[in-house]
């Protein structure tokens, strides 16, 4: 047992328990938007490398504005798309996302086709414990949110799987994968 500010804690066996400082915990930070901004910033240059599209990072979540805004006129399509990335097995999208996403596509009525992109990208490595990595395959998902679902926070798993989260309880969340209009470089098929 250990004592944190007086309360008592079970140590997991084998584990030891580090303090992280203000720094670590900054340069973490950074790192976790870093992965973010990347993976961002690589659907809009893959949407803006055809012809008939263009896309747009539109800013910090603070505003309340989706991740990215993908348009083609031509198409008479619009999507937003909200853009996870990490280390993890899991990655988990706030409810709050999917509603901002949702009020921005029924914004537009001009377009014929709106859609609610989440757009996960699995890295190649696998975080183990702080600092400690392992290799898997890289992996990416395009997953479309359907109006009728109640909306909710949920998470995509590294298979591709999606559960909506109630509670804390895992449900099973059927979202269909999305073919995307660009070339993907690495993607994976369950």
């Known amino acids: 047992m250990m004592s944190i500010l007086g309360s008592e804690i ?3 066996k084998g584990k030891t328990i580090r303090k992280r ?7 973490i930070a950074r790192t976790r938007r870093q992965r973010g901004y990347n993976w961002e910033d690589t659907i ?4 803006n490398s055809l012809d008939t599209w263009k896309a747009f990072r539109l800013g910090s979540p603070s505003v309340g504005l989706p991740d990215i805004l993908a348009v083609s006129t031509k198409e008479n399509t ?5 853009a996870k990335s990490g280390t993890t097995t899991t990655l988990r999208v706030p409810y709050d996302q999917i509603m901002r996403c949702l009020k ?20 190649s490595k696998k975080r183990i414990d702080t600092g400690q ?8 998902y395009y997953k479309e949110w359907n109006e009728s679902t109640p909306i909710t926070d949920f998470v995509c798993t590294y298979d591709g799987n999606t559960y909506a989260v109630f509670n804390g309880q895992r449900r099973e969340l059927e979202l269909k994968d999305y073919t995307m209009p660009f070339h993907i470089g690495v993607s994976f098929s369950p």
């Open 104 to 123: 921005w596509i029924h914004t537009f009525e001009l377009y014929n086709t709106r859609k609610v992109i989440i757009a996960f990208k699995f890295l």
């Open 10 to 12: 079970n140590k997991p």
């Open 78 to 82: 619009i999507y937003t798309i909200e």
């Open 133 to 140: 990595y392992e290799h898997r395959e890289l992996r990416e």
């Open 44 to 47: 809009v240059k893959r949407f």
């Open 21 to 27: 400082s203000k720094s670590s915990n900054r340069r």
